[in-house]
């Protein structure tokens, strides 16, 4: 996945580690934080074939489930 990401400028701000979930479900026990320069490069990424293709791999192999979300900067981020 490092390549891939690279390939878009991705940076991974967090990766697995301490975390406690305040309200809502506890589905998932493991996060990872990537930041993007631009929401479309995200989304690119993801509809990318090379990520297609490790996608792929990790259902065929029954590697986890995975819920992605993109979410552009928003109001309060810093410019």
């Given at each position: 996945?490092?390549?891939?990401?690279?390939?878009?400028?991705?940076?991974?701000?967090?990766?697995?580690?301490?975390?406690?979930?305040?309200?809502?479900?506890?589905?998932?026990?493991r996060f990872v934080?990537?930041?993007?320069?631009?929401?479309?490069?995200?989304?690119?990424?993801?509809?990318?074939?090379?990520?297609?293709?490790?996608?792929?791999?990790?259902?065929?192999?029954?590697?986890?489930?995975?819920?992605?979300?993109?979410?552009?900067?928003?109001?309060?981020?810093?410019?």
């Amino acid at each position: 996945m490092p390549a891939i990401f690279a390939k878009y400028g991705a940076k991974v701000l967090a990766r697995g580690g301490r975390y406690q979930t305040l309200e809502g479900p506890e589905k998932f026990n493991r996060f990872v934080v990537i930041e993007f320069p631009t929401f479309e490069q995200g989304v690119a990424c993801f509809n990318s074939p090379e990520y297609k293709e490790a996608a792929a791999f990790r259902r065929r192999n029954n590697a986890g489930e995975n819920e992605l979300v993109m979410i552009g900067a928003g109001e309060g981020a810093p410019k």
